[in-house]
T-cell receptor, first 114, second 114 residues
Framework: KAGVTQTPRYLIKTRGQQVTLSCSPI?????VSWYQQTPGQGLQFLFE???????NKGNFPGRFSGRQFSNSRSEMNVSTLELGDSALYLC?????????????FGEGSWLTVV | AQSVTQLGSHVSVSEGALVLLRCNYS??????LFWYVQYPNQGLQLLLK??????LVKGINGFEAEFKKSETSFHLTKPSAHMSDAAEYFC????????????FGGGTRVLVKP
């Protein structure tokens, strides 16, 4: 069974541009979450989508947004990129939110803002 | 609010020696706890999880962790380190009310000396 797939794996953008990252969850998983990982701030939760609805949101500015499609695939968008947005963006998927749930991560998308 | 603290951002162990990574948590409700491992340029791989079924949890690659409510701890151990254990390890917490949002500790980088 295929794991969590994220595209693109690496990208370089210029300050002020916008970027869209894509995530395909494990088949049958309805929950998709996004995390930002940086050396200074560590792993920080961005948001979670479940059945196309945003269920939870972290403390990030409105430039960070996301959505989930009916097939559970998800995208996140960052507008007006800043140098500090350079990070590894990780997507995670899970079936549901019951206690025994396992949360699986993708390989991540490396974003460099220059 | 919940929080996770990992004591020691770097740990150095000799091959064959005990690996002990410390994790303490703070949560006003019963938590679910996880250990993930991250190899260079990769995503997060689940090592093990605590979901209240048993306090001693065995995971992959010979790792295990013990949930101690009185000490609010979930330390990760492996009896004998292998060179392939060199990686960064993250302790994470989840609570029912927050869906699939994981709160991570700062991570512990493990170096294994031959």
């Amino acid at each position: 069974k295929a794991g969590v797939t994220q595209t693109p794996r690496y990208l370089i953008k210029t300050r002020g541009q916008q970027v869209t990252l894509s995530c395909s969850p494990i088949s049958g998983h309805r929950s998709v979450s996004w995390y930002q990982q940086t050396p200074g701030q560590g792993l920080q939760f961005l948001f979670e989508y479940f059945s196309e609805t945003q269920r939870n949101k972290g403390n990030f500015p409105g430039r960070f947004s996301g959505r989930q499609f009916s097939n559970s695939r998800s995208e996140m968008n960052v507008s007006t990129l800043e140098l500090g947005d350079s990070a590894l963006y990780l997507c995670a998927s899970s079936q549901d939110s019951f206690s025994g749930n396992t949360i699986y991560f993708g390989e991540g998308s490396w974003l460099t803002v220059v | 609010a919940q929080s996770v603290t990992q004591l020691g951002s770097h740990v150095s162990v000799s091959e064959g020696a005990l690996v002990l990574l410390r994790c303490n948590y703070s949560s006003s409700v019963p938590p679910y706890l996880f250990w993930y491992v991250q190899y260079p340029n990769q995503g997060l791989q689940l090592l093990l999880k605590y979901t209240s079924a048993a306090t001693l949890v065995k995971g992959i690659n010979g790792f295990e962790a013990e949930f101690k409510k009185s000490e609010t701890s979930f330390h990760l151990t492996k009896p004998s380190a292998h060179m392939s254990d060199a990686a960064e390890y993250f302790c994470a917490l989840r609570v029912e009310a927050a869906g699939n949002k994981l709160t991570f500790g700062g991570g512990t980088r493990v170096l294994v000396k031959p």
